[in-house]
């Protein structure tokens, strides 16, 4: 029954500047919404490991600027080609830059120099910094010129708070005890964190049982066969 439990997990609401746990992020979150200024040129890439909340960043930013009337473009790296045809003034938003093919790496070189010419904004991600990217010389060198920022890790505090703000936003009154064993047992990423203190509630009322640390340990268990 846990086993389908998990399999049934969702996110309670799409990723959003607001509900990205900021941590040391702040600074990040700030020129993050500046991006949907429309029109305004500007250049960014942030990076971050496996975990650390880069895609939730950049969808995020996209929302934003398209709920304030900026046009966006967004593209994973592998899937981009020969051709970038953002709207002038756009946000355009290029995921996964260490995936670029050869022709997608001049693709996205075009994009850099026509940018400030159309009022184009660049938001760029990708899991290391520019300086270890195997990109072509002349992209890895326009992409370490941007804004480069690091997706800071969250501590275990900050972590536990998202952990205790979302359950109860859940209606869940977890114990102390239980997100300290988390912490200390679970995988250490906060989604795979969420997606744990989701499938204890749901295990919780499926099987009428209290939220108690032999449950959780059955929970965690079961996500380890995955």
Do not use: C
């Not at 500047?17 to 960014?44: H, P």
């Not at 003034?89 to 995921?95: A, E, M, N, P, Q």
């Not at 939220?211 to 380890?224: F, H």
Request: glycine fraction near 8%; avoid cysteine; aromatic fraction near 4%.
């Amino acid at each position: 029954m846990t086993r389908q439990l998990l399999l049934d997990i969702r996110p309670n609401e799409p990723p959003s500047l607001d509900n990205f746990v900021v941590g040391g992020n702040a600074e990040l979150i700030a020129r993050l919404a500046g991006l949907a200024d429309s029109g305004v040129f500007d250049q960014v890439y942030l990076w971050g490991l496996g975990g650390s909340g880069r895609s939730h960043l950049l969808r995020g930013a996209e929302a934003h600027a398209r709920a304030l009337g900026r046009p966006v473009l967004q593209v994973d790296g592998a899937a981009l080609g020969q051709e970038l045809v953002p709207l002038p003034g756009s946000l355009v938003i290029v995921d996964d830059v260490d995936q670029l093919s050869e022709t997608a790496q001049i693709t996205l070189f075009r994009t850099f120099n026509a940018a400030r010419l159309v009022g184009l904004a660049l938001l760029l991600a990708g899991p290391t910094p520019p300086l270890h990217l195997a990109l072509r010389e002349d992209l890895r060198t326009r992409i370490g010129a941007t804004l480069v920022y690091e997706v800071k890790p969250l501590s275990d505090a900050n972590k536990a708070d998202a952990l205790e703000r979302h359950g109860r936003a859940r209606g869940m009154h977890v114990d102390e005890s239980l997100i300290d064993y988390l912490l200390h047992h679970g995988r250490r990423d906060l989604p795979s964190l969420l997606a744990v203190l989701d499938a204890l509630d749901r295990a919780s009322l499926e099987q009428q049982r209290p939220l108690t640390l032999p449950l959780l340990r059955e929970i965690l268990q079961t996500t380890l066969d995955f």
